[in-house]
């Protein structure tokens, strides 16, 4: 079953200058598999994620998630930035369940996963501490906590480790690792750095200069479970010489 399906999507912002920002792009995602994108800056990585997302829509195409053309944003579809966006006023138990409470939700629907989710991610102890008192990877880890208790189909993550320093970083890689291996969710992944990207996904897109487009797609046969480990070995070092070659193609075409 397909959750997701970019069928020759097009995407032009015209104001005074026209960009052409993504050029019939076509991909399909499978449930419960995690693809990551990579490709120069300004490709059109993050428009291809914000129009699944519905916080923009296509100029040209299709865009179905579960089937249905996406219009508008929804708790199906979880977004990670760059930045975990918490509510600074709000303690961090008060973040994982703002979505759910918002929305209206009973109780019993949604703390023991909550609950749940803060242990998976290590901060159970922090539960009553402010963001502030946060380093920055323990608050990454809130946003992903308070976007999974939403229970989406589908998580899209827009750079998320990227404002991480090299060990968090490494460490918050292991982490989306183990919660996607127990959870099975579908996983769009935009990231700039190739070993984050062999080392987390099924399969790497790699885009084009703009206007973006999916110049080649390589399948990452590394066994599952991943660990850190992964990131060594023959197998690992054929992969990355790949898509290094690849982007290199991409950036001039």
Same mark, same amino acid.
């Given at each position: 079953?397909?959750? +997701?399906?970019?069928?020759?999507?097009?995407?032009?912002?015209?104001?005074?200058?026209?960009?052409?920002?993504?050029?019939?792009?076509?991909?399909?995602?499978?449930?419960?598999?995690?693809?990551?994108?990579? =490709?120069?800056?300004?490709?059109?990585?993050?428009?291809?994620?914000?129009?699944?997302?519905? &916080?923009?829509?296509?100029?040209?195409?299709?865009?179905?998630?579960?089937?249905?053309?996406?219009?508008?944003?929804?708790?199906?579809?979880?977004?990670? &930035?760059?930045?975990?966006?918490?509510?600074?006023?709000?303690?961090?138990?008060?973040?994982?369940? &703002? =979505?759910?409470?918002?929305?209206?939700?009973?109780?019993?629907?949604?703390?023991?996963?909550?609950?749940?989710?803060?242990?998976?991610?290590?901060?159970?102890?922090?539960?009553?501490?402010?963001?502030?008192?946060?380093?920055?990877?323990?608050?990454?880890?809130?946003? +992903?906590?308070?976007?999974?208790?939403?229970?989406?189909?589908?998580?899209?993550?827009?750079?998320?480790?990227?404002?991480?320093?090299?060990?968090?970083?490494?460490?918050?890689?292991?982490?989306?690792?183990?919660?996607?291996?127990?959870? =099975?969710?579908?996983?769009? &992944?935009?990231?700039?750095?190739?070993?984050?990207? +062999?080392?987390?996904?099924?399969?790497?897109?790699?885009?084009?200069?703009?206007?973006?487009? +999916?110049?080649?797609?390589?399948?990452?046969?590394?066994?599952?479970?991943?660990?850190?480990?992964?990131?060594?070995?023959?197998?690992?070092?054929?992969?990355?010489?790949?898509?290094?070659?690849?982007?290199?193609?991409?950036?001039?075409?």
């Amino acid at each position: 079953m397909s959750t +997701i399906t970019f069928d020759h999507v097009s995407k032009v912002y015209s104001g005074q200058k026209t960009v052409h920002a993504l050029d019939n792009v076509s991909l399909t995602i499978n449930d419960g598999e995690f693809v990551a994108l990579l =490709g120069p800056s300004g490709c059109g990585k993050s428009t291809l994620l914000n129009l699944l997302a519905g &916080f923009e829509t296509v100029s040209s195409g299709t865009l179905l998630f579960d089937g249905k053309t996406v219009t508008r944003p929804g708790p199906d579809r979880g977004v990670v &930035f760059q930045e975990a966006a918490l509510f600074p006023w709000l303690s961090v138990w008060e973040n994982v369940i &703002f =979505g759910p409470r918002v929305q209206g939700l009973p109780r019993a629907d949604y703390e023991e996963r909550a609950r749940k989710l803060l242990k998976v991610v290590g901060l159970e102890a922090f539960a009553d501490a402010l963001p502030v008192q946060l380093s920055g990877g323990m608050r990454q880890r809130v946003g +992903i906590a308070r976007v999974l208790t939403m229970n989406p189909r589908a998580l899209l993550m827009d750079e998320p480790f990227g404002a991480l320093d090299a060990q968090t970083r490494l460490s918050m890689q292991q982490l989306l690792l183990d919660v996607w291996q127990s959870l =099975g969710t579908t996983v769009l &992944f935009v990231t700039h750095d190739i070993d984050e990207a +062999i080392l987390l996904s099924d399969r790497v897109c790699v885009m084009s200069a703009r206007p973006g487009r +999916i110049a080649r797609t390589i399948p990452i046969g590394l066994a599952r479970p991943r660990s850190i480990a992964s990131l060594t070995g023959a197998d690992f070092t054929a992969y990355k010489a790949e898509i290094m070659a690849d982007i290199k193609v991409a950036e001039h075409h």
